[in-house]
């Protein structure tokens, strides 16, 4: 039964549609070449499970980039609310599987509802800093919602530093870094200021990956 119940979640109508765009959108991966560099050999290793993926946000092409990245998973990207304020905007976010928020009130249910789908397996992307940040290029502090998804759920929360382009025709270069265990470091319940610490903690982890990457070789 269960494996009836997983087959079907496996090719659902939505699931059939990101697979299609992700297939039409392979000449993207010729143009965009990505590059990944990794923080060390855990990093390495292909993200299997529930997994929460965080990154800097730099410009609305960034879920793409993240795509292109991580290519061998379906992602369920959070996004805000007011994106879905719109009919359009509504059904192509729905149709990607967006989960919305209110990142300024985020609700108990939605909070439940993300840590079902990371519960059941999934890759939730999303991006900490709440808004394109486009003022540095250092990552904005991250929000500490990520921290009890990942408490409520188990899932690992996995670094990305993606590099800002500067010209369309620059290949998409990111740096992955290691799998973070919020559990497996502050325990079953944290406290608020655990929560709070571990948000810093994984901000300049994002620093740390965007020195990695903009570190001559040679001082490396």
């Known amino acids: 039964m269960k494996k009836e119940q997983n087959k079907s979640k496996l090719f659902s109508i939505k699931n059939l549609f990101f697979d299609f765009v992700k297939l039409t959108a392979a000449p993207g991966l010729l143009w965009f070449r990505p590059k990944k560099l990794y923080e060390n050999e855990a990093a390495k290793k292909k993200i299997r499970g529930p997994a929460i993926l965080i990154a800097n946000h730099v410009g609305v092409a960034d879920p793409m980039y993240l795509m292109m990245l991580i290519w061998y998973r379906r992602h369920r990207f959070i996004c805000k609310s007011e994106l879905m304020s719109t009919k359009t905007g509504k059904f192509w976010l729905t149709l990607f599987r967006c989960i919305p928020i209110d990142k300024d009130n985020m609700s108990f249910s939605t909070m439940r509802s993300i840590t079902d789908v990371l519960k059941g397996g999934a890759l939730v992307s999303m991006f900490p800093e709440g808004q394109v940040h486009t003022k540095s290029d250092t990552p904005a502090s991250f929000k500490s919602g990520m921290i009890l998804m990942s408490v409520q759920s188990g899932a690992p929360i ?63």
């Open 158 to 220: 996995i670094p990305i530093y993606v590099k800002p382009r500067e010209h369309f025709y620059e290949r998409v270069v990111a740096v992955i870094g290691e799998p973070f265990s919020v559990k497996e470091t502050y325990g079953e319940r944290p406290k608020f200021s655990q929560i709070s610490e571990a948000a810093e903690l994984l901000h300049q982890k994002e620093i740390k990956l965007m020195e990695l990457l903009n570190t001559p070789k040679g001082d490396k």
